[in-house]
T-cell receptor, first 110, second 111 residues
Framework: NAGVTQTPKFQVLKTGQSMTLQCAQDMNHNSMYWYRQDPGMGLRLIYYSASEGTTDKGEVPNGYNVSRLNKREFSLRLESAAPSQTSVYFC?????????FGPGTRLLVL | RKEVEQDPGPFNVPEGATVAFNCTYSNSASQSFFWYRQDCRKEPKLLMSVYSSGNEDGRFTAQLNRASQYISLLIRDSKLSDSATYLCVVNKEDNFNKFYFGSGTKLNVKP
């Protein structure tokens, strides 16, 4: 099993550009999450999806949209990237209270 | 005030030492508690859950003190491979899909 996979691994954007971060899990988990990690801030929840067809805002949702395409896939979209969105983005899925993370996407917005 | 606070460290200890980290949480409604380990430029991985009665997994012992709102992680007989950042995570009773992460405590184990 691959677990949680994310693409791309790295991305450089210019301010105002858009992009979609992809995430997929093969563990048949119902819940999926998107986090961002910034130095000194810890991981902060952007959006989560408790089940296929549902999504909810987390702590820092502004500037992002999500789609739970099916049980396996949960994508994060930046419609108009800003330098403040430079970060490492982690996708996770969970069973019970334990979360399993993807390897992350490093995003630089110039 | 942050939901979860940790001493960022770094804690620099020799191999074989015992080291302990604390983490405080602000919301008494917090229900579930975890320690995750994160290696440099890698994803977090679950180390252990923290139960009310305390629990042990090999060289690692986790404790919960609800009255003082803190959890602790004790590592005995430190190994070089224990060098990492340790993240404290809490989960509230009102929404088990929302997890709050501390910013982590960095541990360096030296030969």
């Amino acid at each position: 099993n691959a677990g949680v996979t994310q693409t791309p691994k790295f991305q450089v954007l210019k301010t105002g550009q858009s992009m979609t971060l992809q995430c997929a899990q093969d563990m048949n988990h119902n819940s999926m999450y998107w986090y961002r990690q910034d130095p000194g801030m810890g991981l902060r929840l952007i959006y989560y999806s408790a089940s296929e067809g549902t999504t909810d805002k987390g702590e820092v949702p502004n500037g992002y949209n999500v789609s739970r395409l099916n049980k396996r896939e949960f994508s994060l979209r930046l419609e108009s990237a800003a330098p403040s969105q430079t970060s490492v983005y982690f996708c996770a899925s969970s069973v019970g209270r334990a979360q399993y993370f993807g390897p992350g996407t490093r995003l630089l917005v110039l | 005030r942050k939901e979860v606070e940790q001493d960022p460290g770094p804690f620099n200890v020799p191999e074989g030492a015992t080291v302990a980290f604390n983490c405080t949480y602000s919301n008494s409604a917090s229900q579930s508690f975890f320690w995750y380990r994160q290696d440099c430029r890698k994803e977090p991985k679950l180390l252990m859950s923290v139960y009310s009665s305390g629990n042990e997994d090999g060289r690692f012992t986790a404790q919960l003190n609800r009255a003082s709102q803190y959890i602790s992680l004790l590592i005995r007989d430190s190994k070089l491979s224990d060098s990492a950042t340790y993240l404290c995570v809490v989960n509230k009773e009102d929404n088990f899909n929302k997890f709050y992460f501390g910013s982590g405590t960095k541990l360096n184990v030296k030969p």
